[in-house]
């Protein structure tokens, strides 16, 4: 928003309204039109025979101006002109805001009139910027700016160019473009910039060596970007030149060259002793004739070391084309820490590197060990570097330098080599700690993440194996659970999450988190997997916001299985995951026949679940694809292999794990491997009691009695008043909102569940009711009198359970 006093500017000696269209009018000494351009009635709407002979107060003045119009006024008759934004009404009624310049004319009469110039404040004011943006670019602009005209002559040269150049700006125009900037490239250069005037295609960032006019010894290497100038009609006006003084950059190229030979060569693997050894490998004689790299201690076990740690350190590689320098130095291996006043010690502590071209006389620095620096020189030493070994802020260790066999001493060039050399080194030994100290945690990560001892659960006998991939891959992201369920089902799952390393381990944790609660909340497996599906879409989300040194989630894989022991019924649910396969107690060995689901994270397709009936004693095998494809083996060759080591006479879970591990696993495996077995149970029938009542006003007496009946012939007749108390509150609830039959059982194992079940889908909610409620209470009856209660949904309505414990003497089905 503009304000409403005038805003003052500076008036440029490149009048703007002389180069760009502009409307304009002439008062007269009375402040009356006299003139009116037919671009002054495009810019605020009035006809010229509106507006002569009437005042401008009259006509452009909106109520509350006044005084803006009249401060400016005054200025004008003072100082004979003004230059401004002011607020003008439009004939439309809106309040627009103009650029003016109003300058005093004396006609040859004697008689004075004003001309006014203007522009709409928008347009005034881009001018004005454009205007300071280009005297920036040719007064104050680093870069240099060269425009040349269609014949490629040079029009006009910035200050830049100028400095570099060595010669004022007006020597270098009407030159061609490659006689001031002239070299062995100087016609290609020329030959490029009459392309770019004929084809319109820029030119970005091309390189070429040039001489100067005033110095034709002194070469240079410049960066030049063209790009071609036109006016609005498309008249080709010339070429604009960006040019920069890019030797220094060229020579630290060259430098870079000369080091990666010799840098390709280290970092080949993540272990910090071998990245050492392989710098001293390559520096030897290359860079020096002997050569030792000292680390802090805490570097070579993968920690950070402190910021101010200088030692102990520890020798991992020393090299020495004379034998008798290795005498001189700690060997390979030592721990040891450097005296205070040493040339190391001061390095480390100053962070800076120490060239030292002479070793004679009694130096300061060899003062703390007269004896060493004797045996040095006596072994040919004579000159000496010592450069820190610093990686993002952190100082590892330190590599010396010594020159024995070569005469020359070192000089700064050399050391200026040698902290390039040194830097490279330093980040492949950084990335090799940081890699071991991620390899450990992401192990002991894992380790926490995946479920320990499994407890005892009456619906399965179970065993498992989980086996990490071997070190090189790094840790992987597969787990598995077992997941106790109400109505004592048990869910059985088996996920694994594609990559290796900590984020694997991460994400395979935050799965497993999200598998147990979803299975808590009763849903069936395609509903399971769906909303990990989700999940796993979310997660991929969230980390494609992140920097990209965050790895992306590529997918994941699940099976997920719920077995009931009451009814033997087992539904089975896979998101990309290899089919469980299943043993009948007769030995039978038979892969259950579950659809095939995308990976987690691809969405757009439903999963489905198989529903199967397994006969008491069935063992059921899930597994990753780790377990399958070990060896080089392909899936099928893997479940051939699986199904035929199932086949083998009867044994005990932990026995039968054994020997798919010893058939299957004969190395550590490239990936992780899995597995998880399980053995089905059934409950007796005798301690399941099921009714099915009508929906009427006595299906809670009748509820009531058949329990009470029940409990007194399993004995637990203590139970009954609080049973009969749950078991109406939920009948009651069904027989009033659902209608239709109701389905009553009674679980006895371990703890004392009562379901019932009905046709509705509605979802119970438990609330506090208020003191004036006449209900309400039922739900919260039903968890005060209860351990544990729920509800799970399916496909005919659903189930509300309550579950109460019960003694040892109470389990006992003989008491």
């Known amino acids: 928003m503009h304000n409403t006093s005038p805003t003052w500017l500076s008036e440029s000696p490149d009048d703007p309204f002389s180069i760009h269209r502009s409307a304009s ?81 004396r006609r040859l009469d004697g008689s004075v009139e004003w001309l006014l110039v203007g522009s709409l404040a928008e347009d005034v004011i881009q001018w004005e910027i454009d205007r300071a943006v280009l005297d920036g670019l040719f007064s104050r602009s680093p870069v240099g700016v060269v425009v040349l005209g269609p014949d490629l002559c040079v029009l006009r040269v910035n200050r830049a160019v100028a400095r570099f150049g060595g010669l004022p700006p007006e020597a270098y125009r009407g030159r061609r473009a490659g006689e001031f900037l002239f070299g062995p490239d100087a016609d290609l250069a020329e030959a490029k910039l009459r392309s770019v005037l004929e084809t319109g295609r820029p030119v970005i960032f091309a390189e070429q060596q040039s001489r100067l006019l005033n110095d034709p010894h002194r070469e240079l290497v410049i960066s030049i970007s063209a790009f071609r100038m036109s006016d609005p009609s498309g008249q080709v006006l010339g070429v604009t030149e960006i040019v920069e003084d890019v030797t220094d950059r060229h020579r630290a190229r060259r430098r870079l060259a000369l080091l990666s030979e010799v840098g390709a060569r280290i970092g080949t693997t993540l272990d910090v002793a071998t990245t050492a050894r392989e710098l001293a490998d390559e520096a030897v004689p290359a860079l020096a004739d002997a050569l030792s790299v ?58 800076r590197p120490v060239l030292l071209p002479t070793l004679e006389g009694g130096t300061d620095w060899f003062a703390p060990e007269p004896e060493r620096a004797v045996k040095a020189r006596a072994a040919g030493a004579h000159s000496l570097m010592v450069v820190p070994l610093a990686a993002r802020g952190v100082i590892l260790g330190l590599v010396a330098l010594w020159r024995s066999e070569k005469p020359d001493p070192f000089e700064e060039d050399d050391l200026t080599l040698a902290e ?35 407890p005892e659960h009456p619906a399965v006998e179970t065993a498992h194996r989980y086996l990490p991939a071997r070190a090189s891959t790094g840790v992987g992201g597969d787990w598995f659970d077992v997941i106790p369920l109400s109505g004592l089902r048990v869910a059985l799952v088996v996920g694994d999450v594609v990559g290796h390393g900590m984020h694997a381990s991460a994400t395979m944790g935050r799965l497993r988190a999200a598998v147990r609660t979803l299975a808590h909340l009763d849903l069936a497996p395609e509903e399971v997997l769906a909303r990990l599906d989700d999940l796993v879409d979310q997660l991929a989300t969230e980390q494609g916001q992140l920097d990209g040194s965050t790895p992306q989630i590529v997918g994941a894989t699940c099976l997920y299985a719920v077995y009931d022991p009451v009814s033997r019924h087992c539904a089975v649910a896979r998101a990309g995951h290899p089919p469980p396969t299943v043993v009948d107690p007769d030995g039978r060995v038979r892969q259950l026949d579950v659809p095939a689901g995308p990976p987690l994270g691809l969405g757009g397709l439903p999963f489905e679940t198989a529903e199967v009936e397994l006969d008491e004693g069935s063992l059921i095998a899930l597994y990753s694809d780790g377990l399958l494809l070990a060896d080089d083996r392909d899936i099928d060759q893997g479940l051939t292999l699986l199904r035929g080591t199932l086949a083998g006479p009867s044994r005990s879970l932990e026995h039968t794990c054994k020997a798919l591990e010893d058939a299957m696993l004969p190395d550590r495996p490239a990936d ?60 009651t609830n069904a027989y009033r909102y659902a209608g239709g039959p109701v389905m009553l059982r009674l679980i006895r194992d371990g703890s004392l569940i009562c379901e019932v079940s009905d046709s509705s889908s ?34 005919n309505g659903k189930t509300i359970w309550a579950e109460q414990p019960l003694s040892a003497d109470e389990d006992d089905p003989e008491r």
């Open 25 to 105: 009018a002439v008062l007269d000494d009375g402040g009356r039109v006299v003139a009116w351009s037919e671009q002054a009635t495009l810019l605020l709407g009035y006809r010229s025979e509106e507006v002569l002979g009437r005042t401008v107060r009259e006509i452009l003045v909106a109520y509350g101006d006044e005084a803006t119009v009249a401060e400016a006024t005054a200025v004008c008759q003072r100082e004979d002109g003004w230059f401004g934004l002011l607020p003008v009404l439009h004939r439309g009624g809106d309040r627009v805001f103009v650029g003016f310049r109003a300058r005093k004319v």
């Open 420 to 454: 390039e050399f040194a830097a490279r080194a330093a980040l492949c030994i950084d990335n090799a700690r940081r890699y071991t100290q991620q390899h450990q945690a992401a192990e002991a990560l894992q380790r926490s993440l995946l479920p320990g001892e499994v």
């Open 762 to 795: 509605t979802s119970p909610h438990l609330r506090q009711a208020r003191s004036t409620d006449e209900g309400g209470r039922g739900l919260f009856l039903v968890a005060q009198l209860s351990e544990r209660w729920g509800a799970r949904y399916g496909r």
């Open 294 to 351: 000292d680390l802090l201690e805490p570097v070579t076990r993968g920690e950070e070391p402190a910021p101010d740690a200088t030692g102990p350190l520890r020798r991992m590689a020393i090299r020495s084309v004379r034998p008798e320098i290795l005498k001189v130095l700690h060997p390979e291996g030592g721990l040891f820490t450097f005296p205070e006043r040493s040339v190391a010690a001061r390095s480390l502590a100053d962070r």
């Open 672 to 731: 992780d491997v899995t597995l998880l077995l399980g053995r089905t149970r059934v409950l007796a029938a005798e301690n399941v009691a099921t009714w099915e009542l009508s929906a009427g006003p006595t299906a809670a007496g009748q509820a009531r009695s058949l329990v009470s009946e029940r409990l007194a012939e399993w004995g637990l007749g203590e139970l009954a008043f609080t049973t009969e108390l749950v078991v109406s509150e939920l009948v």
